[in-house]
């Protein structure tokens, strides 16, 4: 199956310093990737979608600023956390699709990558 | 309105047991998509299976089986023999459109914790 990889798995960081994360696809081309938010006991939050070469698409109120994504590649997304907060600590996790293929293609599937812990001191 | 509803916070089967977790989903679109993904505490996200909302038969991966009542608006996950690896989060989650763009997120319900007791 689809591989989706995420790096780093956690993360301790101080307060007022910036985190990447990395989210790869590893055995296919990614034109839609996702970015997700999970606090402890609770379900994933949507925070943003990211389309191949064009800006993401923010979740209402999601910061644009603080959380930056970029989707360089096919195969490439990154979320930065600017200047985390002890309140950014989370689960991250990301996912994403081979796009469309059809109503039962790869397409229709999301591909889950393992997540990143970020914990802000 | 939740666009999906998960109302077991937690539930409890014994080993070798079939249990039924609970979804229900709100949607106007014709053509959407119903799926179960598990979480162990490792984090990860699995998907378990799929059901289109044109399909007729329910759908089935091994011990996994999904009761889809589109009229109630209701996709049960059914998990036959249960086994001590089954506990987990377990996250219902919906994707409305026919095509599957990737544009298309998927809505998560707020998930049942499973326990399986030997």
């Known amino acids: 199956g689809a591989v989706v990889s995420q790096h780093p798995s956690w993360v301790i960081c101080k307060s007022g310093t910036s985190v990447k994360i990395e989210c790869r696809s590893l055995?296919?081309?990614?034109?839609?990737m996702f970015w997700y938010r999970q606090f402890p006991k609770q379900s994933l939050m949507l925070m943003a979608t990211?389309?191949?070469?064009?800006?993401?698409?923010?979740e209402q109120g999601v910061e644009k600023d603080k959380f930056l994504i970029n989707h360089a590649s096919l195969t490439l997304s990154t979320l930065t956390v600017t200047s985390a907060h002890p309140e950014d600590s989370s689960f991250y996790i990301c996912?994403?699709?081979?796009?469309?293929?059809?109503?039962?293609?790869?397409?229709?599937?999301?591909?889950f990558g393992p997540g990143t812990r970020l914990t802000v001191l | 309105a939740q666009k999906i509803t998960q109302t077991q916070p937690g539930m409890f089967v014994q080993e070798k047991e079939a249990v039924t977790l609970d979804c229900t989903y709100d949607?106007?679109?014709?053509?959407?998509?119903l799926f179960w993904y598990k979480q162990p505490s490792s984090g990860e996200m699995i998907f378990l299976i799929y059901?289109?909302?044109?399909?007729?038969q329910n759908a089935t991966e091994g011990r996994y089986s999904l009761n889809f009542q589109k009229a109630r608006k209701s996709a049960n996950l059914v998990i036959s023999a249960s086994q001590l690896g089954d506990s987990a989060m377990y996250f219902c989650?919906?994707?409305?459109?026919?095509?599957?763009?990737?544009?298309?997120?998927?809505?998560f319900g707020t998930g049942t914790r499973l326990t399986v007791i030997p």
């Open positions: 055995d296919f081309q990614a034109t839609t």
């Open positions: 949607t106007s679109d014709q053509s959407y998509g």
């Open positions: 059901q289109g909302s044109y399909d007729e």
């Open positions: 989650a919906m994707r409305e459109g026919y095509r599957f763009t990737g544009a298309n997120n998927l809505f």
């Open positions: 990211s389309n191949e070469g064009s800006k993401a698409t923010y």
């Open positions: 996912s994403a699709t081979p796009g469309t293929s059809g109503v039962r293609g790869r397409g229709f599937k999301q591909y």
